[in-house]
């Protein structure tokens, strides 16, 4: 196995619930980037960084209401700590708040060199935190965690499978579901039938270029059924737009995409 001799990216997750983390670390294709040194991972707790007897990482709302709020200092030390070899680290907040995660963001966060990951809990994280060391606030998505802990574990591997060298198969990236912003199309695997279903026979025809076809005309009709605002940013080669006249999908796609303009 080559180990690279410095990571492409430091990952550094703040938090309180340090366990929540361990596992998701240690199995498959992150375990592997960990191991060959692609990434390099530390789960930093949050407590460690809090200095009263207590080690409070949190208290109750100025203003009062419900809940408790993360302290600044812990949090403020805790980056702190992680910037000092690395001060252009990125540091990001997950917070239902934040800016939507997609896959271009993913990629835009795969650009980078290391990011700084700041889990906050129960009502959030004192505003002056916030304003003075966070960078980018992100949410994955509109429904409320327990805490930033999974939402981080979601950037983790859905930014390292982007990173050169870390999928096996050299174009499994390209081969995405948002790769291209159509919708992956169905895939298939042994027995041949199944529950009296059998495999399409354009799949088993051993030709690449009817199993191409096949997988992009699947592609365009998925994407349509299921996600038609994702058309607009498709774009069709003269050989793609051939086929899709030929099997009358052209105007459906056209008129999606003449919408958008
Ligand atoms: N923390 C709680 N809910 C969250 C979400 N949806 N995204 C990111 N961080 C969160």
Redesign the pocket.
Known sequence: MIREKHPRMIFDILTIFPKLLESPLDEGILRRAISTGKISTNIVNIRDFAYDTHTMTDDRPFGGGEGMVMKPEPLARAVESRKTNSPSGKVIL???Q?RQ?TQSVAKELAEESHLILV??RYEGVDERFRSAYVDVE???????????E??AMVVIDSVTRLLPGVLGCTDSAEKDTFYRNLLKHPQYTRPRIFQDHSVPKELLSGNHGVIEEYRFIASVKRTLERRPEFMKDVVFSDKEKKTLRRHKLFDAVATLQSRAV
Do not use: Q
Not at 138 to 148: A, K, N, P, V
């Open positions: 997950l917070t239902p934040g995660y889990c906050g992100i949410s994955i998505g509109d429904y409320i965690l327990t805490g930033g999974l939402a």
